[in-house]
């Protein structure tokens, strides 16, 4: 479980790394401190409530998210007084686990609203609400296109940053890229 969760988080754009007990991972986040922990509770030694404690000590702004297979209503209790993200069971379904990652990055930084250029002028002068070929209005596809395509390029090619800035998730981000290289629209 440890390492498709790994490859899923790498695939989603996140910098991440796995660690088999909460001490190898305290060792860990001393070298690199994370900005969220996605954590079992039923580790070797000390528990991931424990060890989402002393991060907190150390780094209060950490997310923390629990996904476990041994759930109980008073782990539960400890983790909503520790402010955690999210409280998973096993089994679940990635979908979740990519939501609440959403959310942790949303406490981290909330996305500010977008700026939308004025629809009647670009620089110049130029009309924005016409298309060059043939003069007939832009659709609001096309419009959406251009602003998730600048966004990203805005970002340096970097989907996380793109999806948080525009307040959509890293899923939605990667369907709709997908769709746009289908239509020949260079999306890298």
Sequence with gaps: MRELLLRSLTNWGFEASAARSAEEAMRTVDQS?????????????????????????????????????????????????????????????????????????????????????????????????????DGSPRTLEEVEREHILATLQRQGGNRTATATELGISRRTLYYKLTEYQKQGYPVD
């Design 33 to 133: 401190p994370p900005d969220i922990v996605l954590l079992d509770l039923n580790l070797p030694g000390m528990d991931g409530l424990q060890f989402f404690h002393a991060l907190k000590q150390k780094q209060p702004e950490v997310q923390g998210i629990v996904l476990t297979g041994f759930a109980s209503i008073e782990a539960a209790k400890q983790a909503v007084h520790m402010d955690m993200v999210e409280f998973l069971t096993k089994p679940c379904h990635l979908g979740e686990v990519e939501q609440a990652l959403d959310r942790a990055l949303r406490r981290i930084a909330p996305p500010e609203p977008p700026i939308i250029p004025d629809p009647t002028f670009a620089e110049g002068g130029d009309t924005l609400d016409t298309r060059e070929d």
